[in-house]
């Protein structure tokens, strides 16, 4: 998505994970799924905290 890189380029990336605060963060998380280009809507998370938050959140499918 275009917006991802726009937001890479607007917020600074956290060294750790902004939900479990442990792990190295690596995804670009959008909170609402409606990639919008607002930095509030972004959250840096580590690849196990962005999967957990998409399935509890219904944005992907399979195992939760």
């Known amino acids: 998505f275009p917006s991802h890189e726009w937001i890479k380029n607007h917020k600074p990336k ?22 919008k280009r607002d930095i509030f809507d972004w959250r840096w998370l580590c690849r196990s905290c962005h999967m ?13």
């Open 14 to 35: 956290n060294e750790l994970c902004e939900e479990c605060n442990k792990n190295k963060s690596q995804d670009l998380s959008n909170i609402n799924h409606e990639y």
């Open 52 to 64: 957990k938050y998409d399935y509890k959140k219904g944005f992907r499918k399979g195992r939760k």
